[in-house]
T-cell receptor
Framework: AQTVTQSQPEMSVQEAETVTLSCTYD???????LFWYKQPPSRQMILVIR??????QNATENRFSVNFQKAAKSFSLKISDSQLGDAAMYFC?????????????FGQGTRLTINP | DVKVTQSSRYLVKRTGEKVFLECVQD?????MFWYRQDPGLGLRLIYF???????EKGDIPEGYSVSREKKERFSLILESASTNQTSMYLC??????????FGNGTRLTVT
């Protein structure tokens, strides 16, 4: 079974600085998808970014980018120019690319605090 | 925008009660999911459904059951609530091979 590990329960960063959240995963599959979700205090889970394992290029969405290291099974999230609205729980998630596989496997989460 | 609506934001029930958590989505998604969220454990999958009347166990199905009689509605049932089922419950839906869309969660307290 696949597992996802986020080893940083909490992180903090000064507003406008850059922060990197870590995620590692374990799988024997070669094709899969990886995601970062954000959960603000409103509790609404929001998709931040996704990465297809077959793509070597790291995904980028505005101030959010990932460092995908397939051989190391590492998928970190970098947030540039941190803003107060980035404060939230961040979850890393894995999904198999096998036909019919739709469920996500989540990590434990990292609580990000932005200091003004 | 996809809307996934969970019927209650907060719920307090007594031990032994039968509890229904309801989830409705408005985008004709075939896949629906129930997750449980606990501090330090992240989200864990309880049950999911690929189609009406179809259900599959997730990682922690014990003590729970589900019902999907209509495509838009996926209910989570606690047959006899226990204190260790106090948690945040998140419902999600998706089209096949598309990202999950989540509801706002139901915080359930069992006393």
């Amino acid at each position: 079974a696949q597992t996802v590990t986020q080893s940083q329960p909490e992180m903090s960063v000064q507003e406008a600085e850059t922060v990197t959240l870590s995620c590692t995963y374990d799988t024997s599959e070669s094709d899969y998808y990886l995601f970062w979700y954000k959960q603000p205090p409103s509790r609404q889970m929001i998709l931040v970014i996704r990465q297809e394992a077959y793509k070597q290029q790291n995904a980028t969405e505005n101030r959010f980018s990932v460092n995908f290291q397939k051989a190391a099974k590492s998928f970190s999230l970098k947030i540039s120019d941190s803003q107060l609205g980035d404060a939230a729980m961040y979850f890393c998630a894995y999904r198999s690319a096998f036909q019919g596989a739709q469920k996500l496997v989540f990590g434990q989460g990292t609580r990000l605090t932005i200091n003004p | 925008d996809v809307k996934v609506t969970q019927s209650s934001r907060y719920l307090v029930k007594r031990t032994g009660e039968k509890v229904f958590l309801e989830c409705v989505q408005d985008m004709d998604h075939e896949n629906m999911f129930w997750y449980r969220q606990d501090p330090g454990l992240g989200l864990r999958l309880i049950y999911f459904s690929y189609d009406v009347k179809m259900k599959e166990k997730g990682d922690i199905p014990e003590g729970y059951s589900v019902s999907r009689e209509k495509k838009e509605r996926f209910s989570l049932i606690l047959e006899s609530a226990s204190t260790n089922q106090t948690s945040m419950y998140l419902c999600a839906s998706s089209l096949t091979y598309s990202p999950l869309h989540f509801g706002n969660g139901t915080r359930l307290t069992v006393t």
